[in-house]
């Protein structure tokens, strides 16, 4: 049986409730990584998501049990690393869109080029680089190796708006983060 909760989460309820408890947790992949600032829920009934359409062979991890990744190409160029929820064959995630790095910055530096600590995690394409993520990690649990979840430190203040870089549905309030941090991807408005 798969484990569907991990550091306090309960990935196999709805997307926009994992995106909102998700701020907070820190996600390591092979010890590199950092707290989760900034998030967006995606659900199968939601027309800008991937699962929308049903099962493919690029949105299948989608489909398949709560507390896997989900990784895919956006634009052919950056990879994108989502965190599965509902139970299997629902097709529902939570983009992960901005960490504040915490752990192996000089590895995330290297990968990213980059000295600023915004530039390293700051959008799902450079977080990804930054940790490493490819298409490899597609379809892993997210409780075991190379992955690790640690709880947030308490409720925190978080903030919602409007998600980013989508066509359909852009009005839905389903990006989330962590009120005040430097390290969105871009201000809330």
Request: charged share 20%; proline share 8%.
């Amino acid at each position: 049986m798969a484990i569907s909760i991990i550091a306090g989460i309960d990935f196999s309820a709805p997307a926009e409730i994992v995106a909102r408890q998700l701020i907070g947790v820190t996600v390591l992949i092979d010890g590199v990584g950092g707290r989760i600032v900034e998030t967006e829920a995606y659900d199968r009934e939601d027309p800008a998501s991937h699962a929308y359409s049903g099962p493919t062979e690029r949105n299948a991890s989608m489909f398949g049990p709560p507390a896997h990744a989900y990784v895919y190409r956006s634009y052919g160029i950056h990879w994108c690393l989502n965190f599965v929820c509902r139970e299997a064959g629902h097709g529902a995630g939570v983009l992960i869109r901005a960490l504040e790095p915490v752990a192996g910055l000089d590895v995330m530096r290297a990968r990213r080029d980059a000295d600023d600590e915004w530039l390293l995690c700051s959008g799902p394409g450079k977080l990804c680089q930054a940790l490493g993520v490819t298409r490899a990690h597609n379809g892993m649990a997210l409780s075991a190796p190379p992955f690790e979840l640690l709880p947030a430190p308490g409720e925190l203040p978080l903030i919602a708006g409007p998600r980013i870089g989508i066509s359909k549905a852009v009005d839905v309030p389903w990006r989330f983060g962590l009120a005040g941090s430097k390290f969105v991807s871009r201000p809330f408005r």
